[in-house]
């Protein structure tokens, strides 16, 4: 009989080697030599504490893993943002109207701004995906031609061309928008196309025979998409449609060109004024983060919510 | 499959109604001024220390001290907004704001589409490099480096030597650099960020108005300005085609604010010469 050969030792080694080298390779362009070290020695001397700090949080149970991993990595991201020399005076001086913490022209500005032009969005886009994949899914010729074209040209354009359709040309015939409307119409006919096709999936997902059986109990159509088929399809589409929400929150910088007071256009200006763009767009980075952040554990909520009464294993 | 589309349908309608207030006509702007009691003018307020936004939120800058003025002469109050630059030079405002009092150079392609009544000082376009830069020693030297530009700036025209400045008494000038590698920006500023990366990072030089750049070289910027300025160019207020009397009404205050000394005041103030004649 012949013994299987035990591994050597040496093979547990073989992935570390690899971090110490992946590490390494990473800080080769970096000029990270002091006065007395040279840089290739300062190299292996961080490659080798990145390579033990990982072997370090690998030992710890994985939510802790996941909890150093957050930390450190924050960590590296403010040294990076102190590696610049900001002026945190002036960041601190234009925080709250970044925020929106105040009103321009009796309105709203900043990540207020933002904030509300999304949440109206949110909800006219809803409206217009359903409208559009209820209509894409029925039998009417016409309404589907008029759904699948809406869909097809609000997904196949950019956003911001079509926000400046929508602030420019429109006013050629005669339709005159201020800029908020403009940019919440522009976004919610943007994103009800796309959602518009994210319902249509979850609501062809739910299986013919759920039809089948609804009509048999006697229930009419309207009855059936109502009670049967939604409540089912809304658990399919949260997730897709929880992305979506997120990509607009961002994409609603786009709406800074028409000179509405958003968390963009007040970044770019105040930036701008003073000569001090990097300050004022890592804090409205920051800022579209948290707000991202928010969106997120809202959609984790709402799924949850959906989610009761189905088993997922 | 049926669906019921039509109660869809009016949601989906009665939603875009809603969302829909900013309805207005255009109409005759000097009336619409007057029975509004305000002026509205459009700024960009990216340009210190033409147009920017202090701490307070609140306007300041020459424009926005000569945009009010004109408004005080003509008896209403001023309001600002801040549309982009390229949706105010693309004319066609329909009523949105009245007036551009943006140091807009009146070019033969923007007096398509607007109208300039009125301008009220000149600014010399200056030539910038970085600090440590010494190959550009003259506006001549700067032919075939990579230049950075506001994009459909009057500077941009100049590099392409399509510059056509279509206004009464405005100084002539020669194209002096030539060949150069052009880079567009979303506004001059930003093509200052870019040179202040190095000499040569991703800018060779950069052109804009003498003021941008002073500004930027007072706020830390590591930039120089080399030679003597490549034109002179004459800054008007702007406003939409169609309404002469207003055009008219405004032509007469910059005319007055122009002989009782109030724009050289002003221009004083703000750049630290008098910059109107």
């Not at chain 2, 003021?211 to 930039?223: F, N, R, S």
């Given at each position: 009989?012949?013994?299987?050969?035990?591994?050597?030792?040496?093979?547990?080694?073989?992935?570390?080697?690899?971090?110490?080298?992946?590490?390494?390779?990473?800080?080769?362009?970096?000029?990270?030599?002091?006065?007395?070290?040279?840089?290739?020695?300062?190299?292996?001397?961080?490659?080798?504490?990145?390579?033990?700090?990982?072997?370090?949080?690998?030992?710890?149970?994985?939510?802790?893993?996941?909890?150093?991993?957050?930390?450190?990595?924050?960590?590296?991201f403010?040294?990076?943002?102190?590696?610049f020399?900001?002026?945190?005076?002036?960041?601190?001086?234009?925080?709250?109207?970044?925020?929106?913490l105040?009103?321009?022209?009796?309105?709203?500005?900043?990540?207020?701004?933002?904030?509300?032009?999304?949440?109206?969005?949110?909800?006219?886009?809803?409206?217009?995906?359903?409208?559009?994949?209820?209509?894409?899914l029925?039998?009417?010729?016409?309404?589907?031609?008029?759904?699948?074209?809406?869909?097809?040209?609000?997904?196949?354009?950019?956003?911001?061309?079509?926000?400046?359709?929508?602030?420019?040309?429109?006013?050629?015939i005669?339709?005159?928008?201020?800029?908020?409307?403009?940019?919440?119409?522009?976004?919610?006919?943007?994103y009800?196309?796309?959602?518009?096709?994210?319902?249509?999936?979850?609501?062809?997902?739910?299986?013919?025979?759920?039809?089948?059986?609804?009509?048999?109990?006697?229930?009419?159509?309207?009855?059936?998409?109502?009670?049967?088929?939604?409540?089912?399809?809304?658990?399919?589409?949260?997730?897709?449609?929880?992305?979506?929400?997120?990509?607009?929150?961002?994409?609603?910088?786009?709406?800074?060109?028409?000179?509405?007071?958003?968390?963009?256009?007040?970044?770019?200006?105040?930036?701008?004024?003073?000569?001090?763009?990097?300050?004022?767009?890592?804090?409205?980075?920051?800022?579209?983060?948290?707000?991202?952040?928010?969106?997120e554990?809202?959609?984790a909520?709402?799924?949850?919510?959906?989610?009761?009464?189905?088993?997922?294993? | 499959?049926?669906?019921?589309f039509?109660?869809?349908?009016?949601?989906?309608?009665?939603?875009?109604?809603?969302?829909?207030?900013?309805?207005?006509?255009?109409?005759?702007?000097?009336?619409?001024?007057?029975?509004r009691?305000?002026?509205?003018m459009?700024?960009?307020?990216?340009?210190?220390?033409?147009?920017?936004?202090?701490?307070?939120?609140?306007?300041?800058?020459?424009?926005?001290?000569?945009?009010?003025?004109?408004?005080?002469?003509?008896?209403?109050?001023?309001?600002?907004?801040?549309?982009?630059?390229?949706?105010?030079?693309?004319?066609?405002?329909?009523?949105?704001?009245?007036?551009?009092?943006?140091?807009?150079?009146?070019?033969?392609?923007?007096?398509?589409?607007l109208?300039?009544?009125?301008?009220?000082?000149?600014?010399?376009?200056?030539?910038?490099?970085?600090?440590?830069?010494?190959?550009?020693?003259?506006?001549?030297?700067?032919?075939?480096?990579s230049?950075?530009?506001?994009?459909a700036?009057?500077?941009?025209?100049?590099?392409?030597?399509?510059?056509?400045?279509?206004?009464?008494?405005?100084?002539?000038?020669?194209?002096?650099?030539?060949?150069?590698?052009?880079?567009?920006?979303?506004?001059?500023?930003?093509?200052?960020?870019?040179?202040?990366?190095?000499?040569?990072?991703?800018?060779?030089?950069?052109?804009?108005?003498?003021?941008?750049?002073?500004?930027?070289?007072?706020?830390?910027?590591?930039?120089?300005?080399?030679?003597?300025?490549?034109?002179?160019?004459?800054?008007?207020?702007?406003?939409?085609?169609?309404d002469?009397?207003?055009?008219?009404?405004?032509?007469?205050?910059?005319?007055?604010?122009?002989?009782?000394?109030?724009?050289?005041?002003?221009?004083?103030?703000?750049?630290?010469?008098?910059?109107?004649?």
């Open positions: 009989m012949i013994q299987p050969a035990a591994a050597p030792a040496w093979r547990g080694l073989i992935p570390w080697v690899a971090v110490f080298a992946a590490a390494l390779l990473l800080l080769l362009p970096f000029d990270v030599g002091g006065e007395q070290t040279p840089a290739m020695l300062a190299r292996i001397g961080l490659a080798a504490a990145i390579t033990l700090n990982v072997w370090l949080v690998s030992q710890l149970p994985f939510r802790t893993q996941i909890a150093v991993a957050w930390l450190q990595l924050v960590a590296l403010l040294l990076f943002f102190w590696s020399g900001l002026s945190y005076a002036f960041i601190w001086e234009r925080l709250p109207s970044l925020l929106g105040g009103l321009n022209r009796g309105f709203l500005m900043g990540g207020a701004l933002t904030l509300f032009i999304c949440i109206v969005a949110i909800v006219a886009s809803t409206l217009i995906a359903l409208g559009a994949a209820l209509a894409r029925s039998s009417n010729g016409l309404a589907v031609g008029i759904a699948t074209f809406y869909i097809s040209f609000f997904r196949g354009t950019p956003l911001l061309l079509q926000i400046l359709l929508i602030y420019i040309g429109l006013p050629q005669g339709i005159v928008f201020s800029a908020i409307p403009a940019a919440i119409i522009a976004l919610s006919l943007c009800g196309a796309y959602m518009a096709e994210i319902f249509r999936a979850g609501i062809q997902a739910i299986p013919e025979g759920q039809r089948e059986a609804a009509r048999a109990v006697g229930l009419n159509e309207g009855q059936i998409m109502r009670l049967v088929v939604l409540p089912q399809a809304i658990r399919l589409i949260i997730p897709p449609t929880g992305n979506q929400f997120i990509a607009m929150l961002k994409d609603s910088s786009l709406v800074s060109v028409l000179g509405a007071w958003e968390l963009m256009y007040l970044a770019r200006t105040y930036g701008r004024s003073e000569f001090k763009a990097m300050e004022m767009l890592i804090t409205a980075a920051l800022i579209y983060w948290a707000l991202s952040i928010s969106f554990r809202i959609q909520r709402i799924e949850r919510h959906y989610g009761k009464g189905v088993r997922v294993d | 499959m049926y669906v019921p039509r109660r869809s349908l009016a949601v989906a309608f009665a939603s875009a109604l809603a969302l829909a207030p900013g309805l207005a006509a255009a109409g005759e702007t000097l009336d619409r001024v007057m029975s009691g305000s002026l509205i459009s700024t960009d307020p990216e340009y210190p220390p033409q147009s920017s936004l202090n701490a307070e939120n609140e306007f300041i800058g020459f424009d926005i001290d000569v945009g009010t003025e004109i408004a005080r002469r003509m008896g209403v109050e001023i309001e600002f907004v801040t549309p982009s630059w390229d949706v105010i030079t693309a004319g066609n405002w329909s009523g949105r704001w009245d007036m551009s009092v943006g140091s807009m150079t009146p070019t033969k392609a923007r007096a398509e589409v109208n300039f009544p009125a301008i009220y000082y000149y600014t010399p376009a200056a030539l910038v490099v970085h600090e440590e830069n010494t190959a550009i020693d003259s506006v001549e030297a700067a032919s075939g480096t230049i950075g530009v506001g994009v700036t009057t500077y941009e025209n100049y590099l392409n030597a399509a510059l056509e400045i279509d206004a009464v008494g405005a100084p002539s000038f020669e194209y002096r650099v030539s060949d150069a590698d052009i880079r567009t920006y979303d506004t001059d500023t930003l093509a200052l960020d870019d040179l202040r990366l190095g000499d040569g990072v991703r800018l060779d030089a950069v052109v804009t108005a003498l003021p941008t750049a002073m500004g930027a070289i007072e706020a830390g910027y590591p930039l120089k300005i080399v030679g003597d300025p490549l034109f002179l160019e004459p800054l008007s207020v702007a406003t939409d085609k169609g002469e009397a207003f055009d008219t009404r405004i032509a007469e205050i910059v005319k007055e604010m122009h002989a009782d000394g109030t724009l050289t005041a002003l221009s004083e103030k703000w750049y630290g010469a008098d910059l109107t004649q």
